[in-house]
């Protein structure tokens, strides 16, 4: 039977309502039908055709995306997109470009952190892109220490200016996207100093380069820092350097929704948490967590389909070898992928709520949430994205010699996606603020202060040091409070246990510094029982169509289990289980494997249809 028509056929046989269950993984009828939508418009238009890209030079490469993002925009404006199908269209147009930055973080930070005026000033040319602005923070000798940052801002009281200045090599600007050829103006973060006081990092907007004839201002050396990694990839961004030899700007150019600097040059702190400043970062995270369950879903759709068509050894008396996706090696390395994509999917659904509470709390002068949102959008787009980076390499393994051809899509995926684990925090920097939080909330305890949200759990710290998961049979293992419980367990454990070796250190910083693997480890486990408990919250909504809820709980189990199965060390070792348990758990993660594939073909074929359509304007 050929692949399409199996496909059809698979589809016929659905043992669910698969219109239905688009609209689950859209999360939302609106949210599927602007997908789908936009999907079609994209598909439709030969501009946005992208089967050439590996082979353009990079210069070619650029000017391409370049007209890419020039018509996008036409279109956008031609149609009247919302900022919701616009957003929509980059996502499918797949090429990262210098307006993702624009939109992503140079738009949201005056939002964020630019005072009334400010944004009255500068968000209607940034909204008709009549300015286009890159978010510079990271320098050539810094990134992650952002308080280590030297490029200064010194405040001018004779001419009411701020001298912007590179005082040494690696104070050079580098890496910001849209900085190397594109941006007019970016968002500097820099050191204020104001009357010899170094009042530490704050931003300032820069105009870098002529609104007539495009070419670098005075005292600004700007370019690109050249190419990366892969061939086509996110050689379509124009990553830059840039320096600063004392650049006069205004002193209303300093960001002062955060804190401010007087006429008379002294510097006032707003009555809100510096950590303000870094606000932009934690929008973005947030943004990459639904990113992330995108970019899987992408590669499992390519490698289902691979799966689902290639045939190797297994023919009896002349008839069809086996289909490679009926092997359980096969089965246990896809399935778990296909589940993780749902996993981040709701988390980052849910996500995206916190981050808009927040917002809103933030407005009221409520900034109780803020250190947890911090440490779920940290550790989120850590976990997600190292996560993903690794399944697409999986499916590229997983399709055999052809994974490894462009015309398969992967190697590029791969290569555009890798850096989500390094942009945005180095993914085992910010698993140390998750740590870091999670050490403050157990040495809280004691102190009566409840903790509450994502934190709850270690409310019950002690219950879950003493519990004992109560599983005799692998089907035990279906159960969510079941599952729930042993994550908890797990993840309490080790950070109290993390907590107990802390104390043997007579210097925090040296015990925090010694034991930074474990912490990492633990921050791990908090971060993952959060995707668990998020997932069995959807499963516990109301989910129309015909088996729909069904094969959600399927994939809950598959995403929880195998995780269970991969880190069995840490559970066991936490006591909360035991190996007996463990090993019961990995038998009911084969029953689930072949229930998968056999009753819910269309499961997968139904991510081949919706992703196909994602797929269409690309290469593959
Ligand atoms: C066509 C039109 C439509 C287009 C639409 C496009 C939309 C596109 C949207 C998204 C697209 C995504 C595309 C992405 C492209 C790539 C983008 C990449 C950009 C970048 O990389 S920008 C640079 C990123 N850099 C970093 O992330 C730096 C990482 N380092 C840090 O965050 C910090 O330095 C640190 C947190 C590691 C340490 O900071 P520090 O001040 O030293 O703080 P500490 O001493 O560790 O902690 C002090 C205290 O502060 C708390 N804290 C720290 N950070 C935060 C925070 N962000 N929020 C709140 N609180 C914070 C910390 O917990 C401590 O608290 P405590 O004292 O413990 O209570
Ligand atoms: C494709 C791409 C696009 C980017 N776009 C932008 C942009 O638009 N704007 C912008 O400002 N920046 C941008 N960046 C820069 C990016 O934000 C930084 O590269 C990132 O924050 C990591 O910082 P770093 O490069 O200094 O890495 P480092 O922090 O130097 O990391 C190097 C190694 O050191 C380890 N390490 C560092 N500190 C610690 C610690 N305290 N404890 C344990 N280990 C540690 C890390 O885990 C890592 O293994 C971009 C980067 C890339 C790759």
Known sequence: MEALDYHAEERRKAEFDVEEMKIVWAGSRQAYEISDRVARLVA???????????MLSRKDLFKDTLRKAAHAWKRI????????EASKLRFFVDQPVFTDLHWGMFIPAIKGQGNEEQQQKWLPMAYKMQIIGCYAQTELGHGSNVQGLETTATFDPETDEFVIHSPTLTSSKWWPGGLGKVSTHALIYARLITDGQDHGVHGFIVQLRSLDDHLPLPGITVGDIGMKFGSGAYNSMDNGVLRFDHVRILRDQMLMGVSQV??????????VPRQLVYGTMVYVRQKIVADASCALSRAVCIATRYS?????????????????????TQQSRLFPLLASAYAFRFV???LK????????????SDFSTLPEVHACTAGLKSVTTSATADAIEECRKLCGGHGYLSSSGLPELFAVYVPACTYEGDNVVLLLQVARFLMKTVSQLGSG????????????????LQCRCEVERAEDWLKPNVILEAFEARAARMSVTCAKNLNNFANQEEGFAQLATDLAEAAVAHVQLIIVSKFIEKLQQDIPGKGVKRQLEILFNVYALSLLHKHLGDFVASGCITPKQGALANEQLRLLYSQVHFDNPS???YMVLLLERLLQSTSF
């Open 44 to 54: 439709s238009d030969p501009v946005f055709r992208k089967d050439n890209r590996t």
């Open 77 to 84: 404006i031609e149609l009247r997109l919302s900022e919701e």
């Open 262 to 271: 007087t006429r008379e040059g002294k510097f006032m702190q707003s009555d």
């Open 308 to 328: 689902v068509v290639r045939r190797q050894f297994g023919s009896h008396n002349g008839g069809p070898e086996t289909q490679v996706i009926d092997y359980k």
């Open 348 to 350: 980052g659904e849910w």
């Open 353 to 364: 709520w916190l981050y808009t509470d927040v917002t809103q709390r933030l407005q009221a």
């Open 449 to 464: 202060k409840k903790p509450v949200g994502t934190i709850a759990y270690m409310g019950r710290s002690e219950h879950l």
């Open 603 to 605: 499961l997968l074929l």
